[in-house]
């Protein structure tokens, strides 16, 4: 369900970190039921960034607030449809002294589309160790993606135009574009993003780890398709995420710069595997992501 371009999001606020957090804010139909609005934009599908996203403030609401989710593990099931509300019904499979887990169907003009379990831990001392992060240059040193492209292209595509309009992460590749098959020569399936939210997004815990979500599914294909095809150019293959899962290690904030290092270890079978790393400024691992996308050439 991935769609780089698909990052519009519903008329209201303004601005696009704004724009994000009324995205994520869902309505509640019943105890545990919530609807969450779709932006209706002509694109093939709604981006899954979204709906895990949204996927994952149903379930968190239906729990106390005093145990944040520590892993979620979702499947796509159908193409959503832009401008179509999406509704979530939420299972609360159980209530433990130190996890609490839930389910969630998504489901639209009703059709499931998509399934989500994710688990709340409530946190306890532990031993600990992490693999440290790799050295790369700072954000800040870095082009935004849309001013890439500009620069590139002379002037943005339309689709382009409207995702810098309504972008709600600042992107920056660590590594500069490439445009050509001849540029892409030797290249390894490995790519690495700073991102962090356009704006302020707020104190509350459950909205930046949705906020996460939602961008953990923006770019961690590109390491699939980056042996192949230029991430920017055209495309020739039809793309889609089947699957996605999330381990959240140590608290963060979105509207902070973190870092997405994502890597590709396999790609067999017209499916190709992702796996991501985030890191804060700090070097102190937040997330792991793994995530398994179809790759369909066109016209083959």
């Known amino acids: 369900m991935t769609d780089p371009t698909s990052t519009a999001h519903p008329a209201g606020p303004a601005h696009p970190a704004e724009r994000l957090v009324d995205l994520l804010d869902l309505e509640r139909i019943e105890e545990n039921i919530f609807r969450g609005d779709s932006p209706d934009e002509p694109l093939q599908r709604v981006f899954g960034g979204q709906v895990a996203g949204q996927a994952l403030v149903a379930a968190g609401r239906t729990t106390d607030g005093d145990r944040p989710v520590h892993s979620l593990h979702a499947y796509f099931l159908r193409p959503g449809m832009p401008g179509v509300p999406i509704v979530y019904m939420v299972e609360r499979v159980r209530d433990g002294r130190s996890f609490t887990t839930r389910r969630v169907v998504a489901v639209q003009q009703g059709r499931t589309i998509f399934t989500l379990t994710a688990s709340f831990h409530r946190g306890e001392p532990g031993f600990e160790h992490q693999l440290p992060m790799p050295e790369v240059p700072d954000p800040e040193s870095l082009p935004k993606l849309t001013d890439e ?59 930046h780890t949705c906020a996460v979500t939602y961008a953990s599914d923006m770019t961690l294909l590109d390491a699939v398709r980056l042996p192949v095809e230029p991430l920017w150019g055209p495309r020739g293959f039809d793309m889609a995420s089947l699957d996605h899962a999330m381990w959240f ?22 499916r190709g595997l992702a796996r991501g790393q985030i890191y804060d400024r700090q070097g102190r691992l937040l997330v792991s992501v793994m995530q398994e996308g179809l790759f369909r050439k066109m016209g083959g």
Do not use: C, K
């Open 149 to 207: 492209i500009r620069e590139h292209l002379g002037t943005l595509p339309e689709p382009l135009e409207r995702m810098a309009r309504h972008q709600p992460f600042d992107i920056r590749y660590v590594d500069r574009l490439r445009w050509t098959p001849e540029e892409l020569e030797g290249v390894e399936p490995r790519s690495a993003v700073w991102m962090r939210a356009m704006g302020p997004l707020g104190d509350d815990p459950l909205v």
């Open 249 to 270: 290690h140590n608290p963060f904030r979105a509207d902070e710069w973190f870092l997405y290092q994502q890597e590709s270890p396999v790609a067999t079978g017209a």
